[in-house]
């Protein structure tokens, strides 16, 4: 029989709500689905690749435990750089087959790139959080072996995974060779433009066996001195095993097995991992933990039940009906939100990744991303937004040395932060269409504070937890707003407070054009921002208990004339206007504008312009384009009274009419080169009922199952952007805030998305049914000994008893404000 061709590769298909299935192989697409069928647990995360697969072109097998970093410097262009890195950690993956009968074959180990593919079929079933894969391959003449994996990275258990493999022999009885193995011969090379940094971070490698079933290997990170350990038990839980023997290498630990296989009867192998780092607490040695953990690890079957039992109940606390295609994506987006941040998160050391676990783009760092999943974890999972805060808080003392380092006082949050908060950001980054290295200035995004003190203020708000808002939540809002009334300088010729040499959240702009330094000034975006955290901090210093008020102020030198100093910026930090609309920055307005038809006619996709135009010799910062919303930002963080009410405290009115013309400017002036432009974007449409909100909606949700941005996904999912969709439903569309002691309503259906709702948590209701159609929006208290909730749409407001329902009928007009 000639082999057969590789089977043609399709899209994830219409399977079914709960799954998302790829049919066929396509070595180029591998890791794409590698990236987007990555199962974790909020403590560690593997990538999708097939297990008998090793890295190269098309293959990535990674795996990465949240908050585990390494520094490395390596010799680029002639200077040194140093990187910290989330470190791919020793593969536990690995396991390989082969037909040792067959004829001149014994040393071929069978994989999906060979000629003999017959059919090739990966699902990831989100519902229970498993991923399998079936395989058919031609051998010689009519004989054929049919091979089924699941895997699972264990939910209830943050330490444990397990793979089944099951093997059919197909027109054949004989022997196959399995071999299920721990390799520790792996470095960070998973994004092509960091190839030129160093990757290799496991240093100090020890294998061994336990059992003759059971096999370890030990290593330690090269600076940041993390010991690691995985223990693999490989087991045949159907079938016969002839002979089996145990390979150990100075790298890797392997038991290899022979299978007695039969003509169309199964055989199986079970591997369970545990994994474990000298991070984790209430261990006394990482290699004991794990051997211990997987010595007493149930079997696959025991192991699946309490691992679907544990995505049940997150599945229950996270409800969302959403119809059609868009529901199917969302819950795409929130299975990869709680594999990269779940309760388990909650009791670590660590940020929100804006990659996720899922590769190593960003080098696992942490930027401002919170800000979009934050919310959305708020009135779901509030003590993962505690946990995620205690990660900036414990920081702060490095955020307010970075600030004196830099002559200011309070706290300089960084814009990238990895491992001890000291600022990651790169000095140079790789523009991979011309080759060139170049000045990277984007730590200047000293706006990332603001998002701080933000997730701060909208954690305590939903949550009402005001323990941590007089205590750790005070300190950070304390030192962030100390840190944007040192920064504003005040300009006699205005009368007005001035932010200087920042860059804001578009990034293309960096200088002025020809400047010598970097920096713009009165970036809106962070001068608005900066006003909102003054204000926060000083009804914050208002309102505390009077001896938490004196214990803080005598903790942090505080007095009150400082507070009179903050009441002051926050009224005249200056925001610049021009042609009628708030300007992104100081003499934005003075840049030329860029021929976008041209443009787009030469090079077709031109999100990312800012490649585009370095490689031709000019700079973004000659034009005025934005790469996303910056300005509009604004209109995402804030609702449209609370926008109108910042603006006129700045002494500027900001109407109806002004903000929509300040929409449009800028919409037609974005490239959207993030995906959170997107996201943005579609939210500010919908909240100003615009008829082309969907579009940008439809890219956000798009964004990493369609890879729109051209290849990136591969190398992590983009974590604010999934989250963000999320938030987009719960509260874009809704209108919902948690500000004032209630819950806020100002619903905005999209004709596209009409119908939907979800579940929350809010304050001590911990099911809390939201239901909005075209013309009704119904609110449902579960029956607790919980005070009633406070529900506000329009003019009316309702106190919903436990037990209670309340609908309003839709017809009303929309709140007052900006829209």
Same mark, same amino acid.
């Given at each position: 029989?000639?082999? &057969? ?39 560690? @995360? ?108 264990? #939910? &209830? ?5 397990? $793979? ?8 054949? !009885? %004989? /022997? ?12 960070? @090379? ?5 190839? @030129? ?26 600076? *940041? ?44 192998? /079970? ?65 990869? +939100?709680?594999?990269?941040? *779940? ?41 993962? !937004? ?36 000291? /600022? ?51 300190? #950070? ?74 214990? +803080? ?16 910026? *926050?009224?005249? $930090? ?79 009115? #900001? ?11 800028? +919409? ?53 952007? #999934? ?12 209108? +919902?805030?948690?500000? %004032? ?42 029956? !607790? ?26 017809? &009303?007009?929309? @709140?007052?404000?900006?829209?």
């Amino acid at each position: 029989m000639p082999s &057969a061709p590789p089977p043609t590769s399709a899209p994830a298909g219409p399977t079914g709500e709960w799954t998302w299935e790829y049919e066929g192989y396509d070595p180029s697409q591998e890791r794409l689905r590698e990236s987007l069928c990555t199962l974790g647990n909020g403590y560690f @995360a593997t990538r999708g690749a097939a297990p008998e697969t090793v890295a190269g072109a098309c293959h990535y097998p990674g795996t990465y435990v949240a908050g585990c970093y390494n520094r490395l410097v390596s010799q680029v262009a002639g200077r040194q750089v140093e990187n910290e890195d989330l470190v791919n950690l020793p593969n536990w993956l690995p396991l390989r087959f082969r037909v040792p009968s067959e004829a001149g074959a014994a040393a071929r180990w069978i994989t999906p790139d060979d000629a003999g593919l017959l059919e090739y079929r990966q699902t990831l079933d989100l519902r229970a959080g498993t991923l399998t894969r079936r395989m058919r391959v031609h051998l010689a003449g009519p004989r054929s072996l049919l091979v089924v994996q699941r895997r699972l990275v264990h #939910m &209830a258990d943050p330490h444990l995974a397990a $793979l089944r493999t099951e093997f059919t022999p197909q027109g054949w !009885s %004989g /022997e196959l060779e399995v071999e299920s193995a721990v390799d520790g011969d792996v470095t960070n @090379a998973g994004v092509a433009r960091y190839g @030129a940094l160093a990757g290799d971070h496991l240093i100090r490698m020890h294998t061994g066996a336990v059992d003759p079933a059971t096999v370890w290997l030990r290593c330690r990170t090269s600076t *940041s001195d993390i010991r690691l350990a995985c223990a693999a038990r490989t087991r045949v839980t159907a079938g016969r095993a002839a002979r089996s023997r145990t390979v150990l290498s100075p790298t890797g630990a392997a038991h290899r097995v022979r299978l007695a296989v039969t003509d169309h009867e199964t055989s199986a192998v /079970e591997k369970v991992v545990a994994l474990h780092t000298s991070r984790d607490p209430a261990i006394s040695d990482s290699s004991l933990a794990a051997v211990d953990d997987v010595a007493r690890a149930p079997g696959h079957a025991e192991l699946l039940l309490s691992h679907t039992a544990a995505w049940d109940r997150l599945w229950r606390r996270a409800d969302l009906q959403v119809p059609g295609e868009a529901g199917r994506i969302l819950r795409l987006h929130l299975f990869h +939100l709680l594999q990269t941040l *779940s309760p388990h998160t909650a009791e670590l050391d660590v940020g929100v990744p804006a990659r996720g676990l899922h590769g190593e783009a960003y080098r696992g760092h942490v930027f401002w991303d919170e800000l979009f999943v934050l919310p959305y974890l708020n009135l779901h999972f509030p003590e993962i !937004s505690r946990g995620l805060l205690n990660y900036r808080h414990r920081r702060l003392g490095r955020a307010c040395r970075a600030a004196e380092d830099a002559g200011r006082t309070g706290a300089m949050y960084p814009w990238q932060s990895g491992s001890d908060g000291r /600022e990651e950001t790169q000095t140079w980054h790789l523009n991979p269409r011309s080759g060139r290295w170049l000045p990277d200035h984007t730590r200047l995004q000293h706006h990332v504070g603001s998002a701080v003190a933000y997730n701060v203020w909208r954690y305590c708000e939903a949550s009402g937890d005001t323990e941590y808002l007089h205590t750790k939540g005070a300190e #950070m809002l304390t030192q962030i707003a100390r840190f944007w009334c040192d920064t504003a300088r005040y300009d006699p010729g205005t009368g007005r407070y001035r932010i200087l040499g920042v860059v804001g959240p578009d990034e293309y702009h960096d200088a002025y054009p020809d400047a010598g330094v970097p920096g713009l000034n009165d970036n809106a975006y962070t001068n608005v921002t900066a006003a909102w955290v003054l204000r926060r901090a000083l009804d914050l210093a208002r309102t505390l208990p009077v001896p938490r008020r004196r214990e +803080l102020f005598d903790q942090l030198h505080l007095d009150a004339g400082e507070l009179d100093r903050w009441e002051e910026v *926050s009224r005249k $930090l200056r925001v610049p206007f021009h042609a009628g609309v708030v300007s992104q920055f100081d003499g934005y307005g003075d840049l030329a504008e860029l021929d976008w038809e041209t443009y787009r006619k030469r090079y077709g996709d031109i999100r990312r312009l800012d490649r585009i135009l370095e490689e031709e010799g000019d700079s973004p910062n000659r034009y005025q384009v934005s790469k996303q919303a910056d300005v509009l930002m604004l209109g995402y963080l804030f609702s449209p009274t609370e926008l109108a009410d910042l603006f006129r405290l700045l002494g500027h009115p #900001m109407d109806e009419a002004k903000w929509r013309a300040t929409v449009e400017y800028y +919409l037609r002036r974005t490239s959207h080169g993030s995906t959170l432009s997107g996201l943005v974007h579609g939210w500010v449409l919908a909240r100003a009922r615009r008829g082309d909100a969907w579009q940008h909606c439809l890219e956000a949700l798009c964004g990493d199952v369609a890879d729109v941005q051209g290849g990136t996904t591969a190398e992590g999912i983009h974590l604010g952007a #999934m989250a963000g969709t999320l938030d987009l439903v719960q509260r874009g569309l809704a209108g +919902l805030e948690t500000r %004032g002691e209630a819950l806020r309503f100002d619903p905005a259906p999209l004709p596209e998305l009409s119908a939907f709702g979800y579940r929350l948590r809010y304050r001590g209701h911990w099911d809390v049914g939201v239901r909005i159609t075209a013309d009704l929006l119904r609110i449902a208290v579960p029956a !607790s000994e919980e005070r009633p909730v406070r529900v506000v749409f329009a003019d009316r407001t309702v106190m919903v008893p436990p037990g209670g329902t309340h609908e309003f009928r839709l017809s &009303a007009p929309p @709140a007052a404000g900006v829209h």
